[in-house]
């Protein structure tokens, strides 16, 4: 059996198991397995990262800072994109086919334990969740790594990467997401949340609402932490659009910096960015050191977040981003506006049912010249007929269509028959992952073929 195979047959094995949305409050049955696996997760530094949007795209321009200061990086973030080794990157690179096998192999016996105490006990086995967590916890223990950063999967508190304790406690902003499993209040949302900080920890939080901002005070108070507020103690000066992306100025805890490259689009990455910085300095010195040298230019320069304005196609502009909720599709169409010169947006929409899809719909309407309705590959998918509904319902032009590739083919042709024209896919990370797929396949930045 070739690496490929060994890794395929991890992911194989992983998706037997209660899937990624079954969430119990158990942090204690992961811990259990990694109590038995002699706690990987502590030989590492860790920054943890939580919130409800953006925690991915800071994730990966923290982790891009620290690999920029000659440290072994692993980094933690979902859902993948494309193939599920992305999940658990290794200095800036999906982690190898055998490496990944290879971890599965140590913690197998060790899982079968303990699914057969929860078996014993009346509870259900180890999850898909719990598991990658602890299958990615082995993975950078062995690599080595010299420092995890480590993206939330829901909430905080009770999510199975807590068994990992934060030197840094990362806060990107919070808002109402997963209401049947957070709350459905922003201090409900943040106090799962705040479960992260952890004693002595440094914490760092984008702006809040108030209400979450006091939340977050009392439990770095209560833990002996350390915080500070982006627009109080650093935060994002200047940005200009550039070529690719922007420059920023930032404020941060230890200096100023100036003039920096970020090859990516939209405001909301630069406060990202802003998050990200501040975060480094304080794992590296408490916030009191500043970034010399060529940290920040290799760092932010170096930076990725694939399914973030991602551009996939040129001739006509297409490009993919997530927004899988109304803060998302917020940022996004503000993006478009901002960072954009064209008259003219179609929007390839495919939405999941559990997501806020009149909320999604509502925020990028003001930008959405034609809705391109259409149903991710996912069994939690929206019917693209129940997206058209809603698109309709504010007076937009809409087509359906049965799938994400006569989607995008649709919208293309739309927008090739005008330079004034192009195309965002959103709605889901699920689609997403299809239209880089269908982009990189159908080489989309080779232009329109009628």
Known sequence: MSDRERADAVYTALLQRQGERWVQPRVERTARVLELLDDPQRTYRVIHVTG?????STARLIESLVRALGLRTGLFTSPHLERFTERIMVDGEPIGDAAIADAWDEIDPFVAIVDAELEAAGDARLTFFELLTVLAFVAFADAPID?????????????STNTADGDVAVFAPIDIDHADRLGETIPDIAA????????????????????????LRTAAATKGATIAFEGAEFGLVEQRLAVGGQLITVRGLAGTYEDQYLPLYGA???????LAIAAVESLIGGGTQPLTGDVLADGLGGATSPGRLQLVGTNPTVLVDAAHNPHGARALAAALQDSFDFDEWGVVLGILADKDADGIVAELAPIAAHVFATSPDSERASEADAVADLAEARDLPVTVHADASAAAEAARE?????????????????????AISLAEADDWKSGWRS
Do not use: C, Y
């Open 268 to 274: 909301h990455q630069g406060f990202n960015a802003a």
């Open 192 to 215: 799962v949340k705040a479960g992260i900080v952890k004693q002595g920890a440094a914490v760092v939080s984008a702006q809040q609402h108030p209400a979450a901002a006091a939340v």
């Open 52 to 56: 409800t949007n953006g925690k991915t």
């Open 147 to 159: 420092v995890l950063v480590l993206e939330v999967g829901m909430g905080g508190a009770w999510d």
């Open 414 to 434: 739309w927008a090739a028959a005008s330079d004034r024209r192009a195309v965002v896919i959103a709605g889901s990370v699920v689609l997403a992952g299809e």
